[in-house]
């Protein structure tokens, strides 16, 4: 079969890192059924590929029935699905790759790539976490070949990482050093995951395998803040917050979920800043995967800069 006849059903290929996804699986030559709840919102994906090589199809994940049909007549399966909404973990996380679990092998499916994170661990004291280790274990349970990938944060031009501090820079006078800014972090560039999804559902070496993957560098929270405001020419206080007043403010800020309004942080979120968020000595990565990852010091500077007054050529202040 070649790879032009092969069909992959990709969930959640409408998000961050299902667009550059979808974009390099359509570059290998496969089909790509995209199983999204709104397809009306994602026909900027139809045109990275050929035409009709990218289909759009709806799909709630919540329900069982709509994730059985977007997963009739596929080779391959990539399960993108997930949330920060504190109160849609069980139903986005778990649920959906329960489904979706069951649903791939009775339709003789036996290629499935779980898009995870970095920290996934059932005795996590983060309810995201735990909830990642769940739909893994799920997933390994139904499909015993599949493959796992756990990314560090993740980074690129659309990302709610670097945006949002820098957006935050651009209006508040502060930025907030949760934890005194000791965590750290090894960012990896959203088109390297893409490579790494592509490598997984189409390579049959790594099945069964579990990647864990970090970019070149290792940064501090302080770090990356840092970076963020020399992008963008801006000086701002770095106002240590300690993590108990952190959890008390997020778990206030989290009510507004209730209401279907995003926070800008949850008491979960800070939670998860009390751990580093690395790749563990001995995990296989991107190297295993036979991929170079890229810097965040090389990709941020290229839209960090819509955060600039006077935009991308402006000049520093001077000192």
């Known amino acids: 079969m070649t790879a032009s006849s092969r069909l992959v059903t990709v969930f959640g290929g409408s998000g961050f890192i299902g667009g550059q996804a979808v974009r390099e699986l359509a570059r290998l030559g496969w089909r790509i059924r995209v199983a999204v709840r709104k397809p009306n919102t994602a026909h900027d994906l139809r045109p990275l590929g050929d035409v009709g090589q990218i289909q759009l199809m709806r799909c709630d994940v919540t329900r069982q029935a709509d994730v059985e049909a977007a997963l009739r007549g596929a080779d391959a399966v990539v399960n ?18 329960r489904y979706i679990a069951e649903a791939a092998p009775a339709n003789g499916i036996t290629r499935l790539v779980q898009v995870s994170a970095n920290g996934a661990d059932a ?15 799920i997933m390994r349970q139904h499909v015993p070949g599949a493959v796992i990938l756990r990314p560090s944060v993740v980074f690129g031009a659309e990302d709610d990482f670097l945006n949002r501090f820098a957006a935050m820079a651009s209006m508040s006078p502060a930025l907030p050093l949760i934890g005194g800014g000791n965590t750290r972090f090894q960012p ?18 790594f099945v069964g395998r579990t990647f864990v993957l970090g970019g070149p560098s290792i940064y501090s929270f302080r770090e990356i803040l840092e970076l ?14 300690p993590f108990p007043l952190a959890r ?15 926070p800008p942080l949850t008491r979960d979120q800070v939670l998860m800043l009390q751990s580093d968020n690395v790749v563990p000595d ?27 007054r006077g935009g991308q050529f402006a000049e520093p202040a001077a000192a």
């Not at 008390?248 to 995003?262: D, K, N, T, Y």
Request: glycine share 8%; hydrophobic share 50%; proline share 5%.
């Open 80 to 97: 993108l699905v997930g949330t920060f909404n504190t109160r849609r973990f069980q139903a986005m996380h778990v649920d959906a790759a």
């Open 123 to 137: 005795d996590s004291p983060s309810a995201y976490a735990r909830s990642k280790a769940e739909a893994e274990a």
């Open 188 to 205: 990896v560039h959203v088109g390297d995951v893409a490579d790494a999804i592509a490598a997984a559902a189409t390579r049959p070496e």
């Open 228 to 241: 963020i405001l020399r992008e963008t020419h801006r000086e701002k206080v770095l106002l240590p917050l």
């Open 248 to 262: 008390a403010m997020g778990s206030v800020m989290q009510v507004s979920e209730l209401f279907g309004i995003a």
């Open 282 to 308: 001995g995990a296989e990565g991107f190297a295993a995967l036979g991929i170079m990852p890229t810097g965040m010091e090389v990709i941020a500077p290229s839209y960090l800069w819509l955060y600039r």
